[in-house]
């Protein structure tokens, strides 16, 4: 929704709480946090009710509850952070001593980095309340709370806005924008980076009894950083290009993880942003979406091309006509695979303060309701490099073994392939874990590896030099391909169709070398053109007899300082 006018500033989270009833534990981005006593659930009293959340502080028993939703593995450190919902108080709260107000608030780590605190309070006239807030912590002590008595059964526009540098909290209601004076104020002597937030009910009051604060509901959350407004309502965004999927068994799914390089960090480029309704992605919204990059959200504002859809695009040939692919993006940066184990249960949480693992697992088993899990691509090891030298990476090799095992487990697949790359060849601390990569074939079945370390293809990927552990988007295009053929033939055979060429592309000083195996009885035409809208022009034809053979062709006129793209067009065919 619209707010004070429209936004000109950076969106970390939007929420309108479009659930199902019940609890809101695991539904969206939100994650248990705090939980005490440990066997009470926080959805007992922070659930799901007709698309809200709702807040019951009236129970007797102590509870101690936190949800969390983060956006990012890197912290907010300056500015002002802002987060807007609508609040409804259906049962008013009653006065109490030492209670503990706050249900909303922004942290960095949770427990005393809590800051930014929103909390509510018994008005002066009956069924009425008070909204205040804290910079500092949630004792009711160190609230501000507005001298507005609201009104029970009214919607209220609420907005936040947290100084990260200063720490001060101001507060607006139902205010045109936030250039008009906040109806509160709180300022503190320590402020903390921020990213994520979470919803809070902690009734202690302090000795061994309990605080009511009623029942109330929260909606359309908004949270976003800076300060500044547009005058007129920002434009609707892009409708949204959603897919209908076909009949389930011509669904081809394939699920993402690791961490940044699989994320993708390139430059989105025009060609990136052309989509083919049989290529769809998995999206934040859990809709299934025409593929276009940036495919994850794991970074907002530094998400960009990765590997997944070049990987696509080349696969979907090698499949049947009337076949779609089905991308589930769940990779996140600056991962080690310790926190992609099964039974990781740190402090550290990703992807709205959920753990890698079960956020995984819990996409692909939803993806697979409408398709089959057909591969698993694995682009991690820039966190354990360092580490692997130290073992020769024998912890990581029993770490990724295991993690192969209980997701195949889990996912009841256990010839499920998994695709690995080793790291990019420009780094000089991975010899280690590169050779747990390279050897892992041979050691797991169904089991495949990139080599980007292949004098063929080592020049060709090349990493941004102003952001040097990822790749230049072209080098994640080729790695896409990479992945591709790596996968190409754990593809079953096409029925009533003849097997199509597996092409590999090499760089060498002559030009650029196609290979390539082609089945018998086949004519093959080798086509390049420089942009994929432009015509295809024929390099070579090529035709085998009644036994399989290798091809190569060398395009001396390869442009070195310039895209061109390449084909093998089998005689009869309909053109891609």
Do not use: C
Request: glycine fraction near 10%; charged fraction near 20%.
């Amino acid at each position: 929704m619209a707010l004070f006018g429209g936004l000109s500033a950076t969106v970390y989270l939007s929420d309108n709480f479009a659930y199902a009833d019940g609890p809101l534990t695991g539904q969206g981005p939100w994650v248990r946090g705090v939980s005490s006593p440990s066997a009470d659930d926080p959805s007992d009293h922070i659930a799901v009710e007709d698309g809200a959340v709702k807040f019951d502080w009236t129970t007797a028993a102590p509870v101690n509850n936190a949800l969390r939703a983060q956006w990012s593995e890197d912290q907010l450190t300056e500015g002002m952070i802002h987060a807007a919902f609508d609040i409804r108080v259906a049962d008013a709260p009653l006065p109490a001593d030492n209670v503990r107000p706050g249900f909303f608030s922004f942290d960095r780590s949770g427990g005393s980095q809590a800051r930014g605190w929103v909390g509510l309070r018994a008005g002066t006239e009956s069924s009425t309340y008070q909204l205040g807030v804290s910079a500092s912590s949630q004792l009711g002590s160190n609230f501000i709370f507005s001298e507005n008595d609201l009104e029970t059964g009214v919607t209220y526009r609420v907005n936040v806005g947290y100084n990260i540098a200063t720490a001060r909290t101001d507060l607006w209601i139902d205010a045109e924008d936030t250039s008009v004076t906040p109806a509160a104020t709180a300022t503190g002597s320590t402020s903390t980076g921020v990213r994520r937030v979470q919803l809070r009910l902690y009734n202690s009051d302090g000795g061994e009894g309990t605080t009511n604060l009623g029942v109330f509901y929260l909606d359309n959350l908004l949270v976003y950083s800076g300060e500044t407004v547009d005058p007129e309502p920002d434009p609707d965004p892009d409708p949204v290009d959603l897919v209908e999927l076909p009949d389930p068994k011509n669904v081809f799914l394939f699920l993402l993880i690791g961490q940044s390089n699989m994320a993708g960090r390139g430059a989105v480029e025009a060609e990136d942003l052309v989509g083919d309704p049989r290529i769809a992605f998995y999206n934040q919204n859990r809709q299934w979406e025409v593929a276009r990059d940036p495919l994850h959200w794991d970074r907002p504002g530094f998400n960009g091309v990765g590997p997944g859809l070049s990987f696509a695009r080349t696969i979907l040939p090698l499949l049947p006509p009337d076949a779609v692919i089905g991308l589930i993006p769940a990779a996140q940066g600056a991962t080690p695979i310790a926190r992609w184990e099964k039974e990781y249960s740190g402090s550290f949480t990703y992807y709205g303060g959920q753990y890698l693992y079960p956020h995984a697992l819990g996409r692909a088993l939803e993806a697979a309701e409408v398709g089959t899990l057909a591969g698993i691509l694995w682009n991690q090891g820039e966190s354990d490099a360092g580490s692997a030298e130290n073992d020769g990476g024998a912890l990581y090799r029993t770490r990724l073994h295991r993690l192969i095992n209980d997701l195949r487990t889990d996912l009841d697949q256990p010839e499920l392939p998994f695709i690995v790359s080793t790291l990019g060849p420009w780094r000089t601390n991975a010899a280690a874990i590169n050779s747990v990569f390279l050897s892992l074939p041979d050691e797991v079945p169904f089991t495949a590896t990139v080599n980007t370390l292949d004098p063929e293809v080592a020049p060709l990927l090349v990493n941004n030099p102003n952001d040097t552990p990822h790749y230049l988007t072209p080098s994640y295009r080729l790695l896409g391909r990479l992945y591709a053929e790596a996968f190409a033939p754990f593809l079953p055979p096409l029925p009533d169709q003849a097997a199509r060429p597996v092409l590999h592309i090499a760089h060498e000083a002559a030009g650029l070398r196609l290979r390539w195996n082609q089945p018998p009885g086949q004519k093959v035409h080798v086509e390049s053109s420089d942009t994929l809208t432009d015509p295809w022009q024929t390099l070579g034809t090529f035709t085998t007899g009644d036994q399989p053979e290798d091809f190569e062709y060398t395009d001396s006129e390869s442009p070195p300082d310039k895209r061109r793209f390449y084909r093998l067009r089998i005689e009869g065919d309909a053109a891609p």
